[in-house]
């Protein structure tokens, strides 16, 4: 049965009990994303510390996403701020980590980031509607 619902996953590092090799976006979403073309992927946590390699993946498969929770936009990597000004912006979903970050810290630092108004409204909730359809 295909549901065609949007599946949120953890990339990244992960807690201090598990090791992190399985949170690498490369080859591990990557090949998700090969063999399920028509699942959408929403890749938590920004991929760090391989976020260089998350926005590999989401720039190379139309069905995976990147989202920033967990992470405020002080902590950022310069290569995801980058991403969602140019060829990334349709690909970077707000996220949170409420209630451990609430959104209001969150929010604070969105202007450091430097984002046009467009890049801005598709990452705070555009894109967002547009993945999880609630246009």
Not at 69 to 85: D, G, H, I, N, W
Request: aromatic residues 8%; negative net charge; hydrophobic residues 40%.
């Amino acid at each position: 049965m295909h549901l065609d619902i949007p599946v949120c996953l953890q990339v990244g590092h992960t807690g201090p009990l598990c090791p992190s090799e399985t949170g690498r976006p490369i080859p591990y979403i990557d090949q998700v994303a090969i063999d399920f073309p028509d699942l959408t992927l929403v890749c938590g946590h920004i991929g760090y510390p391989w976020t260089q390699e998350m926005i590999a993946v989401a720039t190379k498969h139309k069905n995976v996403f990147i989202d920033t929770s967990a992470y405020t936009p002080k902590r950022y990597p310069p290569e995801l701020v980058q991403f969602m000004k140019a060829h990334g912006r349709h690909k970077v979903l707000f996220g949170t980590n409420f209630p451990m970050i609430p959104h209001a810290k969150c929010l604070a630092d969105l202007d450091l980031l430097g984002l046009d108004d467009e890049s801005k409204t598709l990452f705070l909730g555009a894109n967002s509607a547009r993945v999880f359809r609630l246009d």
